[in-house]
């Protein structure tokens, strides 16, 4: 018998084939894995997991796959750093980040969620995969398009930074950038979609793309000697991530492998594209869509697909939702790198500035485990944070010159 039972609409509930397919027909509603987890719970253990591959194909069983897995073989399994020196600056005794900043091939959380996708594509028969992105996605796509031998088509908006853009090119996909912002794209290939018979990773490919979001929640509960964290904070783009940690720790725990999960997922955005964070301090379920305005452009959806259901994990969870401005998001970047030697491009210096909102509204208490979700490199994203970090001292090449640096540096 399957895992995997089918696709399920998360509104009406009304059943479907695990084929590529995403809306429902009935309400439009989005479409999600479904597992037989008494299927499941008959092939997973801890054991089972500790002795699998260094990667997110660990938790296989836990994936909407239904062969040996094909894409991002490397992929996953990225540092659970246990952040003293940070923690320390910020009153958090237990303070862990997550890195997904140094993750295989691309640099970014969204290696995980293509592994998965691009997998199912290869089985259900596509020789094209394609997307919609704000950049990491995009890197991904084509990184592992090219080691896949799939074609590949990327459209992204026209003023990404330049480092994702050569991020895009150097693997030698189709690039198209669209004049516009990501809102703008994403309806264009939704239109796209239906002409081509492409697999879309976020769009007809998303119920399997979505569920490698997971394997951060499984990678955190082992880190933490198979427990769940008391907080976690993530950022929000679109809102899956954060409801995908989310489903990971509750499957784990319905699985038996953790216990006692009341972990509070907060939510971070940054302020100039913050349509989740303003609908729930408005204490609303209605997002009222925006115009990205803010330098963390990984961020930057002002129609978020899965904003309504990041705001029902966070009511349930007693969790907090909070936006910060773009200088708060340099000060994160800076904060991060200067403590514990870790540069995150702008989604993690959102991340970290929430971070920081939260410990100054006394959000944590004494002893509780917080752990923050990095989910890209600073390499890609340099132009954000160069006019804050000033330049090198220029000196002759003399030892006076040199001497003359630090009679500075002591004053």
Request: glycine letters at 8%; one cysteine or more.
């Amino acid at each position: 018998m399957s895992k995997i039972k089918g696709l399920v609409c998360k509104e009406c509930k009304s059943e479907y084939p695990a084929k590529a397919i995403h809306v429902c027909e009935f309400c439009f509603g989005p479409l999600e894995v479904a597992y037989n987890y008494d299927v499941i719970q008959t092939q997973i253990s801890k054991e089972k997991i500790q002795q699998g591959p260094i990667s997110l194909w660990r938790y296989v069983d836990l994936l909407p796959i239904e062969s040996t897995p094909t894409v991002g073989l490397n992929t996953g399994f990225t540092p659970m750093v246990h952040s003293k020196n940070l923690g320390k600056k910020l009153g958090l005794d237990y303070l862990y980040i997550k890195n997904d900043s140094v993750n295989s091939p691309t640099l970014s959380f969204k290696d995980r969620v293509v592994a998965v996708a691009l997998t199912r594509a290869k089985e259900l028969g596509f020789d094209t995969v394609a997307c919609a992105s704000t950049g990491n996605l995009a890197n991904s796509v084509s990184a592992n398009a090219a080691e896949a031998n799939f074609k590949c088509f990327v459209f992204i908006p026209s003023d990404l930074e330049s480092g994702k853009i050569l991020g895009n090119l150097v693997y030698k996909p189709n690039v198209v950038a669209v004049e516009g912002n990501y809102d703008d794209v994403n309806r264009l290939c939704s239109e796209i979609a239906g002409e081509y018979p492409w697999a879309f990773v976020n769009i007809n490919i998303r119920p399997y793309y979505s569920e490698g979001s997971k394997t951060l929640a499984f990678e955190t509960a082992e880190a933490l000697d198979w427990q769940a964290p008391d907080h976690v904070v993530v950022p929000i783009a679109s809102g899956s991530l954060l409801t995908k940690i989310y489903k990971g720790f509750q499957e784990f725990e319905r699985l038996g492998l953790i216990s006692g999960v009341k972990t509070r997922i907060h939510g971070a955005q940054a302020e100039g594209c913050s349509p989740v964070a303003a609908a729930f301090k408005r204490k609303s379920d209605f997002l009222q869509p925006v115009k990205p305005n803010t330098i963390a452009k990984s961020l930057a959806i002002g129609n978020p697909a899965d904003g309504y259901y990041a705001i029902k994990i966070a009511e349930e969870t007693g969790s907090i939702i909070e936006s910060v401005t773009d200088p708060e998001i340099i000060e994160g970047i800076k904060l991060l790198a200067e403590n514990e030697g870790i540069f995150t491009e702008t989604a993690g210096g959102v991340t970290v500035a929430t971070l920081k909102k939260l410990v100054n509204q006394g959000v944590f208490k004494k002893g509780e485990s917080v752990v923050v979700y990095i989910t890209g490199n600073g390499l890609k994203t340099q132009e954000s944070i160069a006019p804050a970090v000033g330049s090198p001292w220029l000196i002759q090449p003399n030892l006076k010159s040199f001497q003359h640096i630090l009679e500075k540096e002591k004053k």
